[in-house]
């Protein structure tokens, strides 16, 4: 049975990537700050563990390696994130909440996967990936929301990184796109469902090769421009 790890899975995204791997049959190490208050994660069927995880936290993140210790994770699904101030720009830019905003966005992905790389090593696919956006593409920006965007391009680069890093050991690291999707951070008219996003993801999780690592996808299958 393959396992997979998925940050934030209380709400939105990493809800719904919680739903549909366990639909699947794979177990499911399902993480959020605090479990005792995500009813919906809790309904979930099938093989689904839920774990306290506080990726801003480097001792969240800690315990966590040291809870499984030994257990190997197929896919490590880095989705935490925050939107930090929607439409900031430099002119009226909250230091603060920037800063704020990388740490959940950059520091909090990157140590979670560091923790847990031997995890990752040790399974049968090796799969790590991250929640990016397209808004983090320098090839595709439109200006503005400076806050989110310069976070995601920093996840961008870290990952890259880590990509290479981990390359010897097999490791496949990937960032998707998710589209725009309806949910508390893309609002309610946004057009495209969390089920259509995340069934997207994870068929190419599905047909990554060694060759795909250190790559940018869109949740539609299609590469993506740094």
């Keep these: ?73 197929d896919v490590l699904f880095n989705n935490a994130g925050v939107i930090g101030k929607r439409g900031a720009s430099i002119a009226d830019v909250d230091y603060d909440v920037w800063a704020r905003t990388m740490a959940t966005n950059l520091f909090g992905p990157v140590r979670v996967a560091w923790a847990l790389r031997d995890n990752v090593q040790a ?46 050991k097999g490791v496949t690291a990937v960032v998707f796109h998710p589209g725009h999707v309806r949910t508390d951070m893309g609002g309610p008219t946004a057009p495209v469902t969390a089920p259509e996003s995340v069934a997207g993801m994870r068929k190419v999780v599905a047909g990554l090769v060694p060759g795909d690592n250190g790559t940018f996808w869109n949740y539609d299958g299609a590469p993506l421009p740094w």
């Design 123 to 168: 399974s049968t696919l090796k799969v790590m990936a991250f929640t990016g956006s397209k808004m983090g593409s320098i090839g595709q920006n439109t200006g503005g929301n400076v806050i989110y965007r310069s976070s995601k391009t920093a996840l961008n680069m870290a990952v890259s990184c880590l990509a290479q890093e981990l390359e010897s």
């Design 1 to 73: 049975m393959p396992t997979v790890l998925i940050t934030g899975a209380n709400r939105g995204i990493g809800l719904e990537l919680a739903r549909q791997y366990a639909a699947d049959g794979w177990r499911v190490l399902a993480t959020c700050r605090d479990p005792d208050r995500a009813a919906d994660l809790a309904g979930i069927g099938g093989n689904v563990e839920t774990h306290r995880l506080d990726v801003d936290d480097a001792s969240s993140v800690d315990a966590l390696a040291v809870d499984l210790k030994g257990q190997s994770i």
